[in-house]
């Protein structure tokens, strides 16, 4: 395809989105500016480009969407609370702020403001901070025609969870919200973003969130993605990171039709630890992207990262996790791997760890393994009286439990072990 044809679909594309629909309010068409600008030159990515190489973009591309702001929803969101876990909650149905769903909180150590409530300058100095507008269309779509918004600000540590439920309904509808996450100096926070969605097709879901981890806070980030049929899946994530900082984000994937997680994290500080954990277990012919870039920036810090999948039926199943360690990063020590176990002849697994080292002191790994279930294991547990159902699953849950383990708030590591047949 010629990039004249390709930049003429992604015109035709947008003309359905840019209509009334969406509430552009006056205060954040400047922002919107560097999007808008940046999708005239701009094309939908195809599997030559190498960022793209596994994960077919044309299911999203092919379709004309329109914004759809429910004013009710066909849910109880207690499907998605989590038992015994007090929390904030934030509830975003179609990507678009419901204050009357939410429950805020009301003292001075935690702000929540929608978008609205924002003056330009609060948004402008967060806005788009190490998020790639130039290259990535869909940074650059939210960026230019984002829903709504939520600034959540600590400003120290923070009794309970911020949980945050995006509640999604409708056919070929899009939805883009914009999140900002901050921690102040000597903050705490942590956040769990839940989803829910009905009588979805051919649904796209185009998020974006930034994190802001200030000088000695520190912020966990925890997602459940468990959706039901008729959704296209794109979250992207960009976390900056201040010296002495500690920043983790947890994504588990039970079930998804088509999902790419993009996770970047640079590291701009000294003494600062990262970690980036996930679970996924696609099947069927669902397709589960996850995509981590990990930006060693400044010396003595730490980072782990490790992602483990297993991959059944037809699914597939990707990762693509990238570490930098830059010329003045001395004495970091980072450690990366992926494990996949598949289970059937024709799943598949695409697994690209990279390590790009521009120092010489350093202690850093990286490494990937994918293989079958082992029969011999499953023949033991067989032989001491379990079925072969249940001896899989058994296994399949000490395999994927070693990522779950990693969740902080023991309410929501039960409720996630359920989730993946592990209570």
Same mark, same amino acid.
């Given at each position: 395809?010629?990039?004249?044809?390709?930049?003429? &679909?992604?015109?035709?594309?947008?003309?359905?989105?840019?209509?009334?629909?969406?509430? *552009?309010?006056?205060? *954040?068409?400047?922002?919107?500016?560097?999007?808008?600008?940046?999708?005239?030159?701009?094309?939908?990515?195809? /599997?030559? %480009?190498?960022?793209?190489?596994?994960?077919?973009? =044309?299911?999203?591309?092919?379709?004309?969407?329109?914004? @759809? &702001?429910?004013?009710?929803?066909?849910?109880?969101?207690?499907?998605?609370? $989590?038992?015994?876990?007090?929390?904030?909650? $934030?509830?975003?149905?179609?990507?678009?702020?419901?204050?009357?769903?939410? /429950?805020?909180?009301?003292?001075?150590?935690?702000?929540?403001?929608?978008?609205?409530?924002?003056?330009?300058?609060?948004?402008?100095?967060?806005?788009?901070?190490?998020?790639?507008?130039?290259?990535?269309?869909?940074?650059?779509?939210?960026?230019?025609?984002?829903?709504?918004?939520?600034?959540?600000?600590?400003?120290? *540590?923070?009794?309970?969870?911020?949980?945050?439920?995006?509640?999604?309904?409708?056919?070929?509808?899009?939805?883009?919200?914009?999140?900002?996450?901050?921690?102040?100096?000597?903050?705490?926070?942590?956040?769990?973003?839940?989803?829910?969605? &009905?009588?979805?097709?051919?649904?796209?879901?185009?998020?974006? @969130?930034?994190?802001?981890?200030?000088? %000695?806070?520190?912020?966990?980030?925890?997602?459940?993605? =468990?959706?039901?049929?008729?959704?296209?899946? $794109?979250?992207?994530?960009?976390?900056?990171?201040?010296? =002495?900082?500690?920043?983790?984000?947890?994504?588990?994937?039970?079930?998804?039709?088509? $999902?790419?997680?993009?996770?970047?994290?640079?590291?701009?500080?000294? @003494?600062?630890?990262?970690?980036?954990?996930?679970?996924?277990?696609?099947?069927?012919?669902?397709?589960?992207?996850?995509?981590?870039?990990?930006?060693?920036?400044?010396?003595?810090?730490?980072?782990?990262?490790?992602? &483990?999948?297993?991959?059944?039926?037809?699914?597939?199943?990707?990762?693509?996790?990238?570490?930098?360690?830059?010329?003045?990063?001395?004495?970091?020590?980072?450690?990366?791997?992926?494990?996949?176990?598949?289970?059937?002849?024709?799943?598949?697994?695409?697994?690209?760890?990279?390590?790009?080292?521009?120092?010489?002191?350093?202690?850093?790994?990286?490494?990937?393994?994918?293989?079958?279930?082992?029969?011999?294991?499953?023949?033991?547990?067989?032989?001491?009286?379990?079925?072969?159902?249940?001896?899989?699953?058994?296994?399949?849950?000490?395999?994927?439990?070693?990522?779950?383990?990693?969740?902080?708030?023991?309410?929501?590591?039960?409720?996630?072990?359920?989730?993946?047949?592990?209570?």
């Amino acid at each position: 395809m010629s990039a004249t044809l390709t930049t003429n &679909k992604v015109k035709e594309f947008v003309s359905h989105i840019a209509n009334n629909e969406l509430d *552009v309010w006056h205060e *954040v068409k400047s922002i919107r500016k560097s999007g808008l600008e940046a999708l005239e030159n701009l094309d939908f990515p195809t /599997t030559k %480009n190498e960022y793209w190489k596994y994960s077919r973009t =044309n299911r999203i591309s092919k379709h004309a969407y329109h914004f @759809n &702001k429910l004013s009710e929803i066909k849910s109880d969101l207690s499907e998605v609370r $989590i038992d015994g876990l007090d929390t904030y909650e $934030i509830v975003m149905v179609n990507g678009f702020f419901n204050k009357e769903l939410s /429950t805020l909180p009301s003292n001075d150590l935690l702000e929540i403001k929608c978008f609205k409530d924002c003056s330009t300058g609060e948004l402008i100095e967060y806005f788009s901070k190490n998020l790639d507008t130039i290259s990535n269309i869909f940074s650059a779509l939210n960026t230019a025609y984002f829903t709504d918004g939520i600034k959540i600000e600590a400003k120290g *540590v923070v009794d309970k969870p911020v949980h945050l439920i995006h509640y999604s309904e409708g056919e070929k509808v899009i939805s883009q919200p914009r999140n900002i996450f901050i921690t102040k100096k000597h903050a705490q926070l942590s956040i769990i973003k839940s989803s829910i969605n &009905k009588n979805t097709t051919d649904f796209f879901y185009n998020s974006v @969130n930034e994190f802001f981890i200030g000088e %000695n806070s520190k912020m966990n980030y925890y997602v459940i993605q =468990n959706y039901e049929p008729g959704m296209n899946v $794109i979250s992207t994530n960009t976390a900056t990171q201040e010296k =002495n900082s500690n920043f983790s984000a947890f994504n588990y994937t039970l079930k998804g039709d088509w $999902i790419r997680n993009n996770t970047n994290v640079f590291v701009k500080g000294e @003494n600062c630890e990262s970690n980036l954990f996930g679970a996924y277990q696609p099947t069927g012919k669902e397709h589960i992207d996850n995509h981590t870039i990990m930006d060693h920036i400044m010396p003595n810090c730490e980072s782990n990262e490790h992602y &483990k999948g297993t991959v059944g039926d037809k699914a597939t199943g990707v990762f693509n996790g990238k570490v930098f360690v830059r010329q003045d990063a001395q004495k970091i020590n980072a450690f990366q791997s992926n494990n996949n176990i598949l289970l059937s002849d024709d799943a598949t697994m695409n697994s690209k760890p990279e390590l790009e080292i521009y120092a010489d002191d350093v202690k850093c790994s990286h490494g990937s393994t994918s293989g079958q279930l082992d029969e011999d294991a499953v023949f033991y547990l067989q032989s001491r009286g379990l079925s072969k159902e249940s001896a899989t699953a058994l296994l399949i849950g000490a395999f994927l439990g070693e990522v779950v383990e990693k969740i902080e708030i023991p309410e929501l590591k039960e409720a996630v072990l359920e989730m993946y047949g592990m209570e």
